[in-house]
């Protein structure tokens, strides 16, 4: 059961380096998000999809791009690596956003920018 | 603006109960979720509340009152691995998660 995998786990980049952090899950979602969590503030959503093709800005996609050319992947990328884009970061699917389907998160991906 | 409000960090003993509450003002609702996240480890499922009152889950319980925009999250017979941070979350208007900060319970022997 593999079901939401991020990869890479860790990465340390130097200021201005670009990356793309990637995301697969095996579950037939339609709906993938990647979010972004630091100390003492929420999961903080920074792109999302909901379906194959399509991508939409959440709540602070400044700095980040992303693209869903496949149902079971998501990739973001970081454009010019910035500091304050240090971060643990999370995928998640999810099969719809109605009714009590929970999203299903990875094991996230701890990132510094030096 | 949107918020939730959860206490930061709650410290209990093994075999007793808390109780986690989560205060939420957002537009709309349309669910609230609790998950629960260990250190270091992705967030996991507990239960989802929609419509008003007590849900359990063997030794986990969540209530609801949309009225006041109030939830909590009820663990009793506390175990050691019940240590972990206890997210709230709720579904607004547009069906997007506003999570709040995490509730970090501290399990004592």
């Known amino acids: 059961n593999a079901g939401v995998t991020q990869t890479p786990k860790f990465r340390v980049l130097k200021t201005g380096q670009s990356m793309t952090l990637l995301c697969a899950q095996d579950?037939?979602?339609?709906?993938m998000y990647w979010y972004r969590q630091d100390p003492g503030m929420g999961l903080r959503l920074i792109h999302y999809s909901v379906g194959e093709g399509t991508t939409a800005k959440g709540e602070v996609p400044d700095g980040y791009n992303v693209s869903r050319l496949k149902k079971q992947n998501f990739l973001l990328g970081l454009e010019s690596a910035a500091p304050s884009q240090t971060s643990v970061y999370f995928c998640?699917?999810?099969?719809?956003?109605?009714?009590?389907?929970?999203?299903?998160f990875g094991d996230g991906t701890r990132l510094s920018i030096l | 603006g949107q918020n939730i409000d959860q206490p930061t960090e709650m410290t209990a003993t093994e075999g007793a109960i808390v109780q986690i509450n989560c205060t939420y003002q957002?537009?709309?609702?349309?669910?609230l979720f609790w998950y629960q996240q260990h250190a270091g480890e992705a967030p996991t499922f507990l239960s989802y509340n929609v419509l008003d009152g007590l849900e359990e889950k063997g030794r986990f319980s969540s209530f609801l009152s949309r009225s006041k925009g109030y939830s909590y999250l009820l663990l009793k017979e506390l175990q050691m691995k019940d240590s972990a941070s206890y997210l709230c979350a709720v579904v607004d208007s547009n069906y997007q998660l506003i999570w709040g900060a995490g509730t970090k319970l501290i399990i004592k022997p």
């Open positions: 579950m037939n979602h339609e709906y």
């Open positions: 998640a699917s999810s099969p719809t956003v109605e009714g009590n389907q929970p999203q299903h």
């Open positions: 957002t537009s709309g609702f349309n669910g």
